[in-house]
Nanobody, 124 residues
Framework: QVQLVESGGGLVQAGGSLRLSCVVSGRSFSSYGMGWFRQTPKKEREFVAAISWAGGMTNYADSVKGRFTISRDNAKNTVYLQMNSLKPEDTAVYYC?????????????????WGQGTQVTVSS
């Protein structure tokens, strides 16, 4: 059984930073891609960032470019999302996801496994 467990969410003031982590356990895959998505009660789940297996490909939503950085440590089966210059509109539940086919896609239905999410709240 594959498990993805996010951590690192919390409450931060606008302009602050958080680093999210997502640990993958269970079955091992070769060359899987990882992504971060977010969702609020008023909006559908939206793409944030994605990274390929070796990290050579990254992909970001326009709304987070220049502020967020996705990275991964395959030895630790962990993917990270460094979030800087946070804005109130970044408030959401953040989910990590695993894509067996690899790559750095922004298309949520192409991901095979999902974590339970971690809440990020940015106060103004």
């Amino acid at each position: 059984q594959v498990q993805l467990v996010e951590s690192g969410g919390g409450l931060v003031q606008a302009g602050g930073s958080l680093r999210l982590s997502c640990v993958v356990s269970g079955r091992s895959f070769s060359s899987y891609g990882m992504g971060w998505f977010r969702q609020t009660p008023k909006k559908e789940r939206e793409f944030v960032a994605a990274i390929s297996w070796a990290g050579g490909m990254t992909n970001y939503a326009d709304s987070v470019k220049g502020r967020f950085t996705i990275s991964r440590d395959n030895a630790k089966n962990t993917v990270y999302l460094q979030m800087n210059s946070l804005k109130p509109e970044d408030t959401a539940v953040y989910y990590c996801a695993l894509r067996i086919a690899g790559g750095a896609r922004d298309y949520a239905p192409s991901y095979d496994y999902w974590g339970q999410g971690t809440q990020v709240t940015v106060s103004s």
